[in-house]
């Protein structure tokens, strides 16, 4: 147990649904980040929050939507989705993005795409 | 660009030592990480360490840093089967401060009885 959850860990949609992954941090971390893992793949960084601001977006296409009302909360809206986003969606916090501090991982949303 | 790349797969027996190896290219690298995956769940962080650091302990666990050939490797002593698992390299570059981690592919660790 991190002190990091997602929900729900598992989601199956079709390409025309809309659907929302939540993560919540309890460890009062300040920096919160999305990332993708897909078979075969390097784990892929998506979106960087750091006190609530987004301070990275990488190059991700706008089906995808995030969304960080306060630091303890991350949604990532997702819409007209495609079968190659199918993957292991991870969320992380950390003290702050910057130094090293550590990041601390959920246990990832499985999204399937139909 | 920055990149991390790991060997895919490696079989130990139970009770050898396994060595992981990883290279990067960001000659700037600030922190390199060490992270563990088991089946279905997330990424768990196992030790980090410092650039200009060339060793760091962990009860069964040694990373050993060459900074100039920029190679990374993790040494588990002692495998158990329950270190079965994919082992993640990662590193944190000095540009920005966005806290972007590069990870490699993974190392698929397999531990025989």
């Known amino acids: 147990e991190t002190g990091v959850t997602q929900t729900p860990r598992h989601l199956v949609m079709g390409m025309t649904n809309k659907k929302s992954l939540k993560c919540e941090q309890h460890?009062?971390?300040?920096?919160m980040y999305w990332y993708k893992q897909s078979a075969k793949k390097p784990l892929e960084l998506m979106f960087v929050?750091?006190?609530?601001?987004?301070?990275e977006n990488n190059s991700v296409p706008s089906r995808f939507s995030p969304e960080c009302p306060n630091s303890s909360h991350l949604f990532l809206h997702l819409h007209t989705l495609q079968p190659e986003d199918s993957a292991l969606y991870l969320c992380?916090?950390?003290?702050?993005?910057?130094?090293?501090?550590?990041?601390?991982f959920g246990p990832g949303t499985r999204l399937t795409v139909l | 660009g920055e990149d991390v790349e790991q060997s895919l797969f490696l079989s130990v027996r139970e009770g050898d030592s396994s060595v992981i190896n990883c290279t990067y290219t960001d000659s700037s690298s600030t922190y390199l990480y060490w992270y563990k995956q088991e089946p279905g769940a997330g990424l768990q962080l196992l030790t980090y360490?410092?650039?200009?650091?060339d060793m760091k302990q962990d009860q069964r666990l040694t990373v050993l840093l060459n900074k100039k050939d920029k190679h990374l490797s993790l040494r588990i002593a002692d495998t158990q089967t329950g270190d079965s698992a994919i082992y993640f390299c990662a590193e944190k570059g000095s540009s920005g401060n966005t806290g972007k981690l590069i990870f490699g592919q993974g190392t698929t660790l397999q531990v025989k009885p």
């Open positions: 992380a916090s950390s003290q702050d993005s910057d130094g090293a501090d550590t990041q601390y």
């Open positions: 460890l009062g971390h300040n920096a």
């Open positions: 360490i410092f650039s200009n650091m």
């Open positions: 929050y750091n006190f609530k601001e987004q301070t």
